[in-house]
Each structure stands twice: as structure tokens, then as C-alpha cells.
């Protein structure tokens, strides 16, 4: 049980938190901001907007989670420097509200050595294309559904699949993840289904499968396209009759556990090409998420960023705190082909190397820069518009084409574009 304290005079913001936080933390109300520094002992966390003056040394002892309205914007960049935990946008969704206090709640139970389990990220994002990815992965949770996750390698499939566990009834259940294309056809329905004793050469005991394993939670099943006609045919009876036998067993085996599949390939080609059973994909393909690539969400690369400097602070003890405007340039122009986990990878990096607070361009990859040097010299001024094209769909992608000319300054966009950063934000939202 956490103990959070509400730091607002917000009525409406007050009633708003109150309904999203879960019932089981004790929660405090407060519209003082002088009650902050009698309270310090007595609180895990805060939640605050604006409209309360937060001393600074609150900051170094309580994650602090502040709330804003989209016309407030101008003041993140100095609430991060401050020191501030998370930031929310309103209005406020329960899922934000329940990942913002899982993030904190996690940084406080660092008094042990943090697993890998323990500070596990959940996906970072406030793009349109990744708000329907998170609205339509809280409405399934719950189900039994089986789901397929479709994305290119590196855009964080296992961790949807993950999150989807987390906030489903099976929760408490294994999560058992497979990665099909990491295993031999002659090794795949040993991993899956287990074998008996004496099944073949050297099976001196009976082995349970990831099946067996994961019975009542979730099997993740990457590269699923990968798998074998043989282990295709089994997977598929386990889908229609939730039984299976081992490997050189007659007994049959009944089991209950949720299906989550992936693959950074187009299944319905594979399936056009006789490397997929059709029935399988129809199976599989109840519930799909398509993960956008990380170029097509653009404006969540400072929210990435400023996520993954908080992680690797704490895994190699830095304290970095921010990160220039002209290396944050370079990684809004960068294609990454690599995705999340490319972005993931060059911020570890630029962590480890930097030698102050800040992150500048010197720390990031060679080759990121030198793309980011070329284009600034090679890019002409305007953008490709195609005949056919919605004005909404023009203005959205003049907006992104201006955020990433200005490394993700909404208000320098804002001043070039002549319009508001409400506006900025709505557009994208849309």
C-alpha cells in the first residue's frame, strides 16, 4: 500500500484522481503547499498540478507526479530540471494515471537490488497511433482473447505482451515467454509440449513443456512464423480443445493459458506463400495490435528519452538530468531502423558517457550524428505532399516534419507555424 498525497486546489482535478487511483493506497488531500514540508515523512508519492508552490527540497525525497493541462506545456521542460518524476497531460485516463503510480511505486522498492522483473518499462508514449495501441490493449486485458502482435523487431512487442499480462486476472499467474525463431524444428514441440521419460535418446525423465508451465497465465509466442508445420498443427489443437499430449506420451493433458503470439512479419503473406497454416492465423488473429514503427511516432522521442536517462541512472549510478537541443535534433532526425530498442541502446550509451548532468551530441553514436549532419545539409525546405492526401492528414504531417526540424520543441514549432501549442497538440491528438 502506497501513501500518496493529492497536492492541488483543483476540486474537479482533486475528484478526478480520486476515482482513477486504485482503492487499496491510502490517499491525503492537501491545497497547502507549506503542509508539503510537515508531510514528508508520512508520504511516498505526490501528485500535484501547477497551482501548488512545491519546495525544492521535496524533490530530492518523494517522486513527484505532476499534472497539467495541454496549454501548460512551457512549463515541462523546467519541472523536469526540477527534478519532477512523471508528467501527466488531462485529461487524465485511468491506464496513464495506473503506469505513472506503477513506475514510482517501483523506484521506491529499490531498498533491494532491482531485478530485471523489478524495473521492467512499461511503453512510453502520448501519440495518437500509440494511445490506440494502449486503449485497445487495456479493453482486451481482461479477456481470454488471444492476441497477435504485429512490428517490426525492436518496437517492443514482449513488453505490450507483458503489460497486457500485468493488468489481466491472470496477473498472478506465469508469464512464459518462447522465442520460436531462436529454437530448432527439433527442439520447438520438446520447448512447447514437454516429453515423457524414455521418449527418445537421453530422455531419462519426464520434462513439462512451456504449456504445462504457463497453465492459467499467458504463453508469449515470438516470431510465431517461425514455428514448424508439425508444431503448427499441435499449437492449433491446443487453441480449439485446450489439450495437448507430450512427446512420446498418450495421456492427455488439459490446460488454460492465454495465448499472446508475435512476429515482425506480414503473417498473411506468410500464409500466401505456404509457410503458415491459414486455420492457425485465423485462430491467432482474434485480437491484432499493429506496433508502429518508431519513425511513424516521432513525437514521442523526447518522452522515450527522458524515460530510458531515469532507467539507466539508476542501472550504472549517473545523474544525468537533461539533454541538449542539439542532441535531441540529431535523434528526431535519425530513421531508426532499429526502433525503441536502437533509441534505448544510444541513450545507455550516452549515459554511461557523459561526463556532467547533460547528454550532448558528442555522447551520441557516430552514425547517428553523421545521418543528422547530412540531412541538415542535403534536406530541402518542404515536405512531400501526395495528391489525394486529407488537410487533416497535411497538417499532421507538417506539424511532425516541423517538430522534427526543432528536435521537439512544441513552442519553437508553435512561433514557426503560427499557431498555438494547444493546437499543436490537438492536431496530433486528432
Same mark, same amino acid.
Given at each position: 500500500?502506497?501513501?500518496?498525497?493529492?497536492?492541488?486546489?483543483?476540486?474537479?482535478?482533486?475528484?478526478?484522481?480520486?476515482? =482513477?487511483?486504485?482503492?487499496?493506497?491510502?490517499?491525503?488531500?492537501?491545497?497547502?503547499?507549506?503542509?508539503?514540508?510537515?508531510?514528508?515523512?508520512?508520504?511516498?508519492?505526490?501528485?500535484?498540478?501547477?497551482?501548488?508552490?512545491? +519546495?525544492?527540497?521535496?524533490?530530492?525525497?518523494?517522486?513527484?507526479?505532476?499534472?497539467?493541462?495541454?496549454?501548460?506545456?512551457?512549463?515541462?521542460?523546467?519541472?523536469?530540471?526540477?527534478?519532477?518524476?512523471?508528467?501527466?497531460?488531462?485529461?487524465?485516463?485511468?491506464?496513464?494515471?495506473?503506469?505513472?503510480?506503477?513506475?514510482?511505486?517501483?523506484?521506491?522498492?529499490?531498498?533491494?537490488?532491482?531485478?530485471?522483473?523489478?524495473?521492467?518499462?512499461?511503453?512510453?508514449?502520448?501519440? +495518437?497511433?500509440?494511445?490506440?495501441?494502449?486503449?485497445?490493449?487495456?479493453?482486451?486485458?481482461?479477456?481470454?482473447?488471444?492476441?497477435?502482435?504485429?512490428?517490426?523487431?525492436?518496437?517492443?512487442?514482449?513488453?505490450?505482451?507483458?503489460?497486457?499480462?500485468?493488468?489481466?486476472?491472470?496477473?498472478?499467474? +506465469?508469464?512464459?515467454?518462447?522465442?520460436?525463431?531462436?529454437?530448432?524444428?527439433?527442439?520447438?514441440?520438446?520447448?512447447?509440449?514437454?516429453?515423457?521419460?524414455?521418449?527418445?535418446?537421453?530422455?531419462?525423465?519426464?520434462?513439462?513443456?512451456?504449456?504445462?508451465?504457463?497453465?492459467?497465465?499467458?504463453?508469449?509466442?515470438?516470431?510465431?512464423?517461425?514455428?514448424?508445420?508439425?508444431?503448427?498443427?499441435?499449437?492449433?489443437?491446443?487453441?480449439?480443445?485446450?489439450?495437448?499430449?507430450?512427446?512420446?506420451?498418450?495421456?492427455?493433458?488439459?490446460?488454460?493459458?492465454?495465448?499472446?503470439?508475435?512476429?515482425?512479419?506480414?503473417?498473411?503473406?506468410?500464409?500466401?506463400?505456404?509457410?503458415?497454416?491459414?486455420?492457425?492465423?485465423?485462430? =491467432?488473429?482474434?485480437?491484432?495490435?499493429?506496433?508502429?514503427?518508431?519513425?511513424?511516432?516521432?513525437?514521442?522521442?523526447?518522452?522515450?528519452?527522458?524515460?530510458?536517462?531515469?532507467?539507466?541512472?539508476?542501472?550504472?549510478?549517473?545523474?544525468?538530468?537533461?539533454?541538449?537541443?542539439?542532441?535531441?535534433?540529431?535523434?528526431?532526425?535519425?530513421?531508426?531502423?532499429?526502433?525503441?530498442?536502437?533509441?534505448?541502446?544510444?541513450?545507455?550509451?550516452?549515459?554511461?558517457?557523459?561526463?556532467?548532468?547533460?547528454?550532448?551530441?558528442?555522447?551520441?553514436?557516430?552514425?547517428?550524428?553523421?545521418?543528422?549532419?547530412?540531412?541538415?545539409?542535403?534536406?530541402?525546405?518542404?515536405?512531400?505532399?501526395?495528391?489525394?492526401?486529407?488537410?487533416?492528414?497535411?497538417?499532421?504531417?507538417?506539424?511532425?516534419?516541423?517538430?522534427?526540424?526543432?528536435?521537439?520543441?512544441?513552442?519553437?514549432?508553435?512561433?514557426? =507555424?503560427?499557431?498555438?501549442?494547444?493546437?499543436?497538440?490537438?492536431?496530433?491528438?486528432?
Amino acid at each position: 500500500m502506497a501513501r500518496i498525497l493529492i497536492a492541488s486546489s483543483d476540486k474537479s482535478l482533486i475528484r478526478e484522481l480520486c476515482e =482513477l487511483l486504485p482503492d487499496e493506497h491510502s490517499v491525503t488531500i492537501t491545497g497547502d503547499s507549506s503542509f508539503l514540508r510537515r508531510s514528508l515523512e508520512k508520504v511516498d508519492l505526490i501528485f500535484a498540478d501547477p497551482s501548488i508552490s512545491i +519546495p525544492a527540497e521535496v524533490f530530492k525525497d518523494v517522486p513527484i507526479i505532476l499534472i497539467v493541462e495541454p496549454q501548460q506545456e512551457d512549463l515541462i521542460g523546467r519541472m523536469i530540471d526540477m527534478g519532477v518524476w512523471d508528467i501527466l497531460v488531462r485529461p487524465l485516463r485511468r491506464w496513464q494515471v495506473k503506469l505513472a503510480l506503477g513506475r514510482s511505486l517501483r523506484y521506491l522498492d529499490l531498498t533491494f537490488k532491482p531485478s530485471k522483473e523489478e524495473i521492467e518499462e512499461f511503453i512510453v508514449g502520448q501519440s +495518437p497511433c500509440m494511445l490506440e495501441v494502449f486503449d485497445l490493449a487495456n479493453r482486451i486485458a481482461s479477456s481470454k482473447a488471444t492476441v497477435l502482435i504485429q512490428g517490426e523487431t525492436g518496437t517492443g512487442k514482449e513488453i505490450l505482451a507483458r503489460y497486457i499480462h500485468r493488468i489481466s486476472p491472470r496477473r498472478d499467474k +506465469p508469464f512464459i515467454p518462447v522465442n520460436c525463431g531462436a529454437l530448432p524444428d527439433t527442439l520447438i514441440e520438446d520447448e512447447l509440449f514437454g516429453h515423457e521419460r524414455g521418449a527418445y535418446t537421453d530422455a531419462y525423465s519426464e520434462r513439462k513443456g512451456k504449456f504445462e508451465l504457463a497453465d492459467g497465465g499467458t504463453l508469449f509466442l515470438d516470431e510465431i512464423t517461425t514455428l514448424s508445420f508439425s508444431a503448427q498443427v499441435k499449437l492449433l489443437r491446443v487453441l480449439q480443445e485446450g489439450e495437448f499430449e507430450r512427446i512420446g506420451g498418450t495421456r492427455t493433458i488439459k490446460v488454460d493459458v492465454r495465448i499472446i503470439a508475435a512476429t515482425n512479419e506480414d503473417v498473411k503473406l506468410s500464409v500466401q506463400e505456404g509457410r503458415f497454416r491459414e486455420d492457425l492465423f485465423y485462430r =491467432l488473429n482474434v485480437v491484432t495490435i499493429d506496433l508502429p514503427p518508431l519513425r511513424e511516432r516521432r513525437e514521442d522521442i523526447p518522452l522515450l528519452v527522458e524515460h530510458f536517462i531515469r532507467k539507466h541512472n539508476l542501472r550504472h549510478e549517473k545523474e544525468v538530468r537533461s539533454i541538449s537541443d542539439e542532441a535531441m535534433r540529431a535523434l528526431m532526425s535519425y530513421n531508426w531502423p532499429g526502433n525503441v530498442r536502437e533509441l534505448e541502446n544510444a541513450i545507455e550509451r550516452a549515459v554511461i558517457l557523459s561526463e556532467g548532468k547533460r547528454i550532448g551530441i558528442e555522447n551520441l553514436p557516430a552514425w547517428i550524428v553523421g545521418e543528422w549532419e547530412r540531412s541538415d545539409k542535403t534536406e530541402q525546405e518542404g515536405i512531400f505532399i501526395p495528391f489525394g492526401m486529407k488537410i487533416e492528414d497535411v497538417e499532421r504531417k507538417l506539424i511532425l516534419e516541423t517538430l522534427r526540424k526543432v528536435g521537439g520543441d512544441k513552442t519553437k514549432a508553435a512561433r514557426i =507555424l503560427g499557431i498555438s501549442r494547444r493546437t499543436i497538440y490537438r492536431k496530433l491528438q486528432g
